[in-house]
């Protein structure tokens, strides 16, 4: 009978991603701690006792299955696989060795229904992401240097996250034509870091409770729309370079900002750098992003605690 039920639950799991571009094509991987005594094959009666055994068993089109425990790793996934926890009492994930906790090094990547902490003297990511066409679902990050951490990644998707207790909980770095959606982020230093990225949609995310909510450096053409701003020290700021490349505005539009006056615009702060000849020194010029309708409402993410 208990096989049936998890066989059900994994199926009830897997229709968000059957019907997007994330569709597992082959076995089906098991992993519990709590099999300590063996055997281990990664079938349903034997699982694996270790994430990073899952994967190296794994082909390309595999779900790597993961039953609620505490797993003490760090884990490359280096092949296109879904690595999914048993979400109604997500598995967690503590990266005790100083580095990422979950590094993304091969597209088509999906990871999903994990708790991931870190001791916070480790000055790494709870997923990095090294990679293309990334689909990152229903987490909960704390206590990380980064959050989720996409560096020149493209095509991602993250989505429906909460993320606490983090350096930066979302950072973008020459990362484009992402999607950041309907995720949670609190009690961080910056909530949202985009840097020299482009073409990115952040939809929907509950900032709260951070010392910055989104900051963009030197990034262009960014849609930010209808999040939520909320008890932050610095709502947004963006810097610019420039350069005919690097002054393109990004979009912000319906956001709703618990500092705004209720009526016109919203300013957001930006700093353009101008150099000084061809040297390494210059000086920062004020200027500004607008949002032209603010929210007069908070949004409901609808995020999974």
């Known amino acids: 009978m208990r096989k049936i039920l998890l066989f059900i ?21 098991y992993v519990d701690d709590d099999n300590t005594n ?13 994430i990073a055994e899952g994967i190296q068993a794994s082909d390309a089109g595999d779900m790597v299955f993961v039953n609620s425990g505490t797993y003490a790793e760090n884990i490359i996934i280096d092949r296109a696989i879904s690595l999914i926890g048993e979400e109604n009492d997500r598995p967690i994930i503590d990266g005790k060795i100083n580095r990422d906790v979950i590094l993304v090094t091969s597209s088509n990547v999906q990871i999903q229904g994990f708790c991931i902490t870190q001791d916070d003297s ?31 990644s493209f095509y991602c998707d993250l ?17 484009h034509s ?10 961080s230093a910056t ?15 509950n900032i709260q409770e951070n010392s910055r909510g989104v900051f963009s450096s030197y990034a262009t ?29 990004n979009t912000w539009n319906n956001n ?8 016109g615009v919203k300013v957001i702060p930006v700093l353009i750098y101008i150099p000084i000849n061809e040297d390494p020194i210059g000086y920062f010029f004020p200027w500004f992003e607008i949002d032209w309708n603010p929210s007069n409402h908070p949004f409901d993410n609808g995020c999974a605690k």
């Open 256 to 263: 709703y900002w618990d500092d705004w006056i209720g009526f």
């Open 178 to 187: 992402n999607m950041i959606k309907n995720n949670t982020i609190s009690d």
């Open 38 to 50: 063996g055997p281990w094959d990664g079938s349903i009666e034997h699982p694996f006792q270790n």
């Open 159 to 175: 989505k429906n996250n909460t993320i606490t207790s983090c350096l930066i909980g979302i950072y973008l770095f020459a990362s």
């Open 122 to 152: 480790n000055q790494n990511a709870g997923i990095k992401i090294n990679s293309d066409n990334c689909y990152i679902s229903r987490n909960i990050i704390d206590t990380c240097t980064k959050g989720i951490y996409l560096n020149n």
């Open 9 to 29: 639950f994994i199926l009830i799991i897997a229709l968000p991603v059957l019907s997007g571009n994330y569709t597992p094509s082959g076995k089906t991987i």
């Open 221 to 249: 053409e960014n849609s930010i729309k209808e999040n939520t701003f909320l008890s932050n020290e610095e709502s947004a700021k963006a810097t610019k370079y420039l350069s005919p490349g690097f002054l393109k505005p």
């Open 191 to 205: 909530g949202i870091y985009i840097e020299e990225s482009s073409k990115n949609i952040v939809i929907y995310n």
